[in-house]
């Protein structure tokens, strides 16, 4: 990966002959970059990824890598490319960790997830050969971890949305349940609503989705899965009611909060409460599975359509003081950005 340390570059690539406001906007990504930078320059890595700071993650990674390569980095490693959507990177790093710690279910588990995403962004001959990758890493997660429920619930995952020539099926991701019901009632409640879902039995999904919200304590996730559910078949009064359960809820998940607001972003519905989710987010601390320049961005999103265009290119800027080349920001940024000179120019 190429680093730019330059921050005007780091934020906005090279703009030139910006207009007086393009200037001001341009100096307070290079402000943000280095307040941030500063902020967290003696950080771990895994700190670093928890704090959305994947270009430091990644740097600090590779010089760990040239060093003294461990199977800790490279999961790092390949972790922090997941968040940037660099799967062939990410493959490569997880690949050396699971050889050089091939007893680790938590290195399978990531090889998985991994082959998983880019099984969804390539010809589906291909997504084939990795949909079989995955199951046998996910496999090999439980086989060394067998308590873990995540690597489990991926599992069941799998097997409920897999076809049977890769190894999938109803009946398995109905084990993998029962087995998933001693470490964590709530996501067994969850895989089991997916299956009446599938099935088409929407009354006895619907119950067992909020049989996880009982489970949970009325935790962050299940309300997510819920709002999910009501989303999906276009009951968005319900949809939004969940999600204001999600709000004020037990944050056993932040990452919960991030991915209420992305509903309400899709569905169209409720900005100012989309807004207010993301911001709980940030100010609780944030966490690896939602990276925080994500967070920026999508707040971002919701403002701009909102119209508040200032505000919208302030969040754009402090996602990409966290991940440079991160598309979303990028192109919002761009968005905003040309919209006030066309603006000025019209005046």
């Not at 990758?133 to 429920?149: C, G, I, T």
């Not at 067992?208 to 996730?221: N, Q």
Request: net charge negative; glycine share 6%.
């Amino acid at each position: 990966m190429k680093f730019i340390r330059t921050p005007i570059k780091a934020v906005l690539g090279s703009r030139l002959n910006l207009p007086i406001s393009g200037l001001v906007r341009v100096l307070f990504g290079a402000l943000a970059l280095t307040a941030i930078t500063l902020a967290f320059a003696d950080q771990s890595p895994r700190d670093l990824l928890a704090a959305g700071r994947v270009d430091e993650a990644v740097e600090v990674l590779q010089r760990q890598i040239q060093v003294a390569p461990t199977a800790e980095s490279y999961n790092l490693l390949c972790r922090a490319q997941f968040e940037l959507g660099a799967w062939d990177a990410g493959i490569s790093a997880c690949e050396r960790a699971t050889e050089l710690a091939p007893d680790n279910g938590l290195y399978h588990l990531w090889l998985g997830r991994i082959y998983g995403e880019k099984a969804d962004h390539v010809s589906f001959i291909t997504a084939i050969g990795l949909a079989k990758k995955v199951h046998a890493e996910f496999e090999r997660a439980v086989q060394y971890a067998p308590n873990s429920w995540e690597s489990r619930t991926d599992l069941a995952e799998f097997y409920l949305e897999a076809p049977g020539m890769v190894g999938g099926g109803e009946s398995k991701a109905r084990a993998e349940a029962e087995k998933i019901a001693a470490l964590n009632p709530a996501m067994a409640d969850w895989v089991n609503g997916r299956l009446a879902e599938k099935n088409k039995d929407l009354a006895e999904a619907e119950r067992d989705y909020r049989a996880a919200v009982d489970a949970s304590h009325d935790g962050a996730r299940a309300w997510l899965n819920l709002a999910g559910f009501y989303s999906h078949h276009q009951r968005f009064d319900d949809m939004e009611e969940a999600l204001h359960h999600l709000e004020t809820s037990q944050l056993d998940h932040p990452d919960a909060l991030v991915d209420g607001a992305g509903i309400l972003l899709r569905t169209k519905r409720d900005y100012p409460l989309a807004v207010q989710l993301l911001q709980r987010y940030i100010a609780a601390g944030t966490v690896e599975e939602a990276p925080a320049f994500k967070a920026h961005a999508m707040v971002g999103q919701l403002l701009e359509r909102q119209g508040n265009s200032a505000a919208a290119a302030a969040e754009y800027h402090t996602a990409l003081a966290m991940a440079h080349n991160y598309g979303v920001a990028q192109d919002g940024l761009r968005r905003v950005t040309h919209a006030a000179e066309m603006a000025q120019l019209a005046r």
